[in-house]
């Protein structure tokens, strides 16, 4: 990450290990690791359960038949469910990783800290690119994954 006046933090991966190690402990190389627990977990959850959710509905429905467009179509509703759940958790995650030693005790100081500064939007900020990276991603896992799980079956 680069410095506010442009010049960078670290030189490199084992400069930062280096330096957090010696800066904040080897506890500093760990900061931020349950709130990155957290979102991944929401995010998992979310993606997989929505995706079989539209799948079925789309189907049950019979708007789609299980093919490529109905895949597509789960997948990118899944990526959409998947950042509206997560967004908070990704943003406080960040802002707590990114922070000063000692600018927030934890990950929940740093959400009031965020509500009090920016209100309840403050934790959608940077929402359309993370919707178009999981988006996008849900969209090449579950595709492939159908195509994998048809190919074995056939």
């Known amino acids: 990450g680069a410095l506010v006046d442009g010049s960078r933090r670290y030189n490199g991966t084992v400069d930062a290990y280096r330096t957090i190690a010696r800066e904040e402990g080897v506890r500093g190389l760990w900061r931020g ?3 990155n627990i957290a979102r991944n977990a929401i995010i998992n959850c979310s993606e997989l359960v929505t995706y079989d959710l539209i ?3 789309l189907l049950r429905a019979q708007l789609m038949t299980d093919n490529l467009p109905c895949h597509f179509v789960a997948a990118f509703g ?3 469910c998947a950042t509206v759940v997560a967004s908070p958790v990704d943003v406080v995650k960040t802002r707590y990783m990114n922070a000063g030693p000692g600018q927030y005790r934890n990950a929940l100081s740093c959400l009031l800290a965020l509500l009090v500064q920016d209100g309840l939007t403050g934790l959608y900020k940077g929402f359309t690119p993370s919707f178009l990276r999981l988006g996008s991603w849900n969209v090449v896992m579950f595709v ?9 079956l056939a």
């Open 33 to 35: 690791m349950m709130p």
């Open 55 to 57: 799948k079925e509905t």
């Open 78 to 80: 899944a990526g959409f």
């Open 144 to 152: 492939a994954y159908e195509q994998q799980r048809a190919a074995v």
